[in-house]
């Protein structure tokens, strides 16, 4: 059985980093592109990067584009989202999910969530 687990999330000022991980196990984490999406509190779940398996390929949302970087490490299983210039609408439970490529809406895993939020 595949399990997406993230971490990494927290309270963070305006202006600050985090870098969230996601470790996959029970499955072959290359064969999966990898997906990053965030849901804040009363609006839908949306996608905000992803990353093909080899790291070749990667897209991003244009609201985060230039702050976010996704990243990947075949080795350890484990997928990544370097956020900087934090702002308080970055505030949201981030998600990761498993897909077949980058360009799919269909998400063959899920993980549970890490909660991250931005004071102002």
């Known amino acids: 059985q595949v399990q997406l687990v993230e971490s990494g999330g927290g309270l963070v000022q305006a202006g600050g980093s985090l870098r969230l991980s996601c470790v996959v196990s029970?499955?072959?984490?290359?064969?999966?592109?990898m997906n990053w999406f965030r849901q804040a509190p009363g609006e839908e779940r949306t996608l905000v990067a992803a990353?093909?398996?080899?790291?070749?390929?990667?897209r991003y949302a244009d609201s985060v584009k230039g702050r976010f970087t996704i990243s990947r490490d075949n080795a350890k299983n484990t997928v990544y989202l370097q956020i900087d210039s934090l702002k308080p609408e970055d505030t949201a439970v981030y998600h990761c999910?498993?897909?077949?490529?980058?360009?799919?809406?269909?998400?063959?895993?899920w993980g549970q969530g890490t909660q991250v939020t931005v004071s102002s």
């Open positions: 999910a498993a897909s077949g490529t980058i360009w799919t809406t269909k998400y063959d895993y």
């Open positions: 990353i093909s398996w080899n790291g070749g390929s990667t």
């Open positions: 029970g499955g072959i984490f290359r064969n999966y592109a």
